[in-house]
């Protein structure tokens, strides 16, 4: 499972095993492979990761595939076969790292779970993430981010008061799951260094979200406060909210620091605000907050957002307008630091991607090599392990394992 290119960042020589499929396992992989680890990714014949087939398509595969599957090599495997799972247990034998998203049970289904995995390869770390995780009462149901959100107590926040909770665009429950996944993944690699031995990690969907919710159970243990939707405001923290401008637009201000409130008080020309005794900690704006955004409000209503901002800037108080994607790859931050990448696709257009997060001075993390084709990898990966090409070919006759797409 040695990539083909020199392995680089500070992962490099780490062997991954992927076994997931759309986002939480392919997201926790792909950040593992954007820090110089071996991600061999399996894929089933035919459709391969339903992701590929996902939004906006270029060319038959969605331009998302070339961000989720980066310094990934695929190979195409059918689970159902006895055969693939052998071919499953000898990568997994020689295997850092497993990554599965699949529901709880599936792998045990396959003859592949973790227990079996673990006493061919007692230094194997696997990460499992499901929507509910492998125990509890609700294991067995199917669990997607959407639900995960709801279920974390996020969508009973997000909405204007009185009006329908609504989702982020995007699956933030995924990401959440899959970064506290590379979170474990680096806590078990630490921890086998001293004993030798590898463990499995449990994330769930709903757990990754719920742990992102501050303190919203502890003040409903202390005070029995539900905290509910409060639309671009920040419940409890006083000022901060999206206030409209002028032009049409909307400026994000958050004066809720103490001497950035008599800042922003000062540059409203509200000093009799600035000066008020009762404003002078957060308790006291709390209880008057909608005095505040009012007097914000009134000052933003009368200049653009363009004026809003960077009055806002010169008097150090943070603010910022909402941005589009059109913003963003237009933005010199972004490009300044990194974040607008350009590859070239295999068809030669140029493709503008995320850049690598987090930024690491000495060892950084880098793209060496575009989302592959589906099985592009299959039969180098299989030779690795020591099957012939007359042992691969008979393999593809039968349908076990695929090649690379046309």
Same mark, same amino acid.
Request: proline fraction near 6%; include cysteine.
């Given at each position: 499972?040695?990539?083909?290119?020199?392995?680089?960042?500070?992962?490099?020589?780490?062997?991954?095993?992927?076994?997931?499929?759309?986002?939480?396992?392919?997201?926790?992989?792909?950040?593992?492979?954007?820090?110089?680890?071996?991600?061999?990714?399996?894929?089933?014949?035919?459709?391969?990761?339903?992701?590929?087939?996902?939004?906006?398509?270029? /060319?038959?595969?969605?331009?998302?595939?070339?961000? %989720?599957?980066?310094?990934?090599?695929?190979?195409?495997?059918?689970?159902?076969?006895?055969?693939?799972?052998?071919?499953?247990?000898?990568?997994?034998?020689?295997?850092?790292?497993?990554?599965?998203?699949?529901?709880?049970?599936?792998?045990?289904?396959?003859?592949?779970?973790?227990?079996?995995?673990?006493?061919?390869?007692?230094?194997?770390?696997?990460?499992?993430?499901?929507?509910?995780? %492998?125990?509890?009462?609700?294991? *067995?149901?199917?669990?997607?981010?959407?639900?995960?959100?709801?279920?974390?107590?996020?969508?009973?926040?997000?909405?204007?008061?009185?009006?329908?909770?609504?989702?982020?665009?995007?699956?933030?429950?995924?990401?959440?799951?899959?970064?506290?996944?590379?979170?474990?993944?680096?806590?078990?690699?630490?921890?086998?260094?001293?004993?030798?031995?590898?463990?499995?990690?449990?994330?769930?969907?709903?757990?990754?979200?719920?742990?992102?919710?501050?303190?919203?159970?502890?003040?409903?243990?202390?005070?029995?406060?539900?905290?509910?939707?409060?639309?671009?405001?920040?419940?409890?923290?006083?000022?901060?909210?999206?206030?409209?401008?002028?032009?049409?637009?909307?400026?994000?201000?958050?004066?809720?620091?103490?001497?950035?409130?008599?800042?922003?008080?000062?540059?409203?020309?509200?000093?009799?605000?600035?000066?008020?005794?009762?404003?002078? /900690?957060?308790?006291?704006?709390?209880?008057?907050?909608?005095?505040?955004?009012?007097?914000?409000?009134?000052?933003?209503?009368?200049?653009?957002?363009?004026?809003?901002?960077?009055?806002?800037?010169?008097?150090?108080?943070?603010?910022?307008?909402?941005?589009?994607?059109? /913003?963003?790859?237009?933005?010199?931050?972004?490009?300044?630091?990194?974040?607008?990448?350009?590859?070239?696709?295999?068809?030669?257009?140029?493709?503008?991607?995320?850049?690598?997060?987090?930024?690491?001075?000495?060892?950084?993390?880098? %793209?060496?090599?575009?989302?592959?084709?589906?099985? %592009? *990898?299959? *039969?180098?990966?299989?030779?690795?392990?020591?099957?012939?090409?007359?042992?691969?070919?008979?393999?593809?006759?039968?349908?076990?394992?695929?090649?690379?797409?046309?």
């Amino acid at each position: 499972m040695t990539a083909g290119s020199e392995a680089r960042g500070p992962l490099a020589g780490l062997k991954v095993l992927e076994m997931g499929q759309l986002i939480a396992g392919p997201f926790a992989a792909k950040t593992l492979g954007d820090f110089g680890a071996e991600v061999v990714k399996i894929e089933p014949p035919g459709a391969g990761d339903p992701l590929r087939k996902w939004r906006l398509l270029k /060319d038959g595969t969605s331009v998302w595939w070339q961000v %989720q599957s980066r310094n990934k090599r695929s190979i195409a495997l059918d689970l159902r076969d006895s055969e693939a799972q052998a071919i499953v247990r000898r990568l997994a034998a020689e295997s850092d790292v497993l990554i599965e998203n699949f529901r709880p049970g599936a792998l045990e289904g396959w003859g592949l779970g973790p227990e079996a995995l673990l006493e061919a390869n007692p230094r194997l770390i696997v990460l499992r993430v499901s929507g509910y995780g %492998q125990t509890g009462p609700y294991r *067995d149901r199917p669990g997607f981010g959407v639900v995960a959100e709801a279920m974390g107590g996020l969508r009973h926040l997000t909405a204007e008061p009185g009006r329908v909770p609504v989702r982020v665009g995007i699956s933030l429950g995924d990401t959440l799951a899959a970064l506290h996944g590379v979170i474990g993944i680096l806590m078990a690699l630490q921890e086998r260094q001293r004993s030798g031995r590898g463990q499995v990690i449990d994330v769930a969907l709903y757990e990754a979200v719920f742990n992102c919710m501050e303190s919203l159970l502890p003040e409903y243990s202390a005070f029995g406060a539900v905290r509910g939707a409060a639309g671009s405001a920040l419940p409890g923290i006083a000022p901060s909210n999206a206030y409209l401008c002028g032009d049409g637009g909307y400026a994000l201000i958050a004066g809720n620091g103490d001497s950035i409130f008599r800042r922003l008080m000062a540059t409203i020309e509200r000093p009799d605000l600035a000066a008020d005794p009762a404003l002078a /900690d957060n308790a006291g704006r709390v209880a008057r907050v909608a005095e505040l955004d009012a007097a914000i409000g009134a000052w933003t209503a009368q200049r653009d957002v363009a004026e809003v901002l960077a009055r806002l800037d010169a008097a150090s108080v943070p603010a910022g307008r909402i941005y589009s994607v059109a /913003d963003i790859a237009a933005d010199p931050h972004y490009l300044a630091r990194g974040m607008l990448q350009t590859i070239a696709m295999g068809d030669g257009d140029a493709l503008q991607v995320p850049g690598i997060v987090p930024k690491l001075s000495r060892t950084p993390g880098a %793209q060496r090599r575009n989302a592959p084709r589906l099985g %592009q *990898d299959t *039969d180098a990966v299989l030779a690795e392990i020591g099957l012939t090409p007359a042992q691969i070919a008979e393999l593809k006759r039968r349908g076990v394992v695929a090649g690379s797409e046309a």
